[in-house]
């Protein structure tokens, strides 16, 4: 992290059982929640000079959590999340986007939100009919998870301009 300059990380799939925040070294504090050690858990990472200014935080559950701070007047909400992967159970993938939609409706109006999230689903090529909520820059086909984030950011109103798809293929 300090290395690529990166002062606040979101992470997924910790495996860390527990409700904690500590240090991890180099100058980095790890906010975390997960109650199995074999499974989900997120976190929130923040350069210590930013632990400061952490006004809330909000452990939903093991897949979303989120951190409120005051950063030079703006209010900065950074919302963590991992969502079921391919195979999981529906009720389990409906669960997690309710948490995250209440999560993102006690936000007020006009405080800033950088969501850091695997959202486990394939967006898909192009942006036909979705140009309002996200760029043309994602691979494959939209698959049902893809669909969900789809639907989730229209929900929001907000747009995703810089749709990233990173594959390993």
């Known amino acids: 992290m300090e290395r690529r300059k990166v002062d606040i990380l979101c992470v997924q799939e910790t495996r860390w059982k527990g ?8 100058g980095f504090k790890l906010f975390y929640y997960g109650v199995d050690s074999k499974r989900n858990g997120v976190g929130v990472v923040l350069k210590e000079e930013f632990v400061r200014n952490v006004l809330e935080v909000k452990r ?11 950063i030079e007047g703006v209010m900065l909400n ?48 192009g ?30 109103k907000r747009i995703d301009r810089n749709t990233r798809s990173y594959s390993a293929e």
Not at 19 to 26: C, E, P, Q, V
Not at 93 to 104: A, H, N, P, Q, T
Not at 129 to 151: A, P, S, T
Request: some cysteine; hydrophobic content about 35%.
């Open 60 to 70: 939903v559950s093991d897949r979303v959590m989120s951190l409120k701070l005051e």
């Open 19 to 26: 409700s904690k925040a500590r240090s991890i070294g180099a």
């Open 127 to 156: 942006n036909t009919g979705d140009e309002e909520v996200m760029g043309k820059f994602g691979v494959k086909e939209r698959n049902l998870e893809g669909q969900m984030v789809v639907d989730f950011a229209s929900g929001l």
């Open 78 to 125: 950074v919302v963590s999340g991992y969502a079921p992967q391919v195979g999981c159970e529906l009720e389990e993938k409906e669960r997690f986007w309710s948490e995250l939609d209440e999560v993102m409706e006690s936000i007020p109006t006009g405080e800033r939100v950088v969501i850091g999230a695997d959202f486990n689903g394939h967006v898909g090529e």
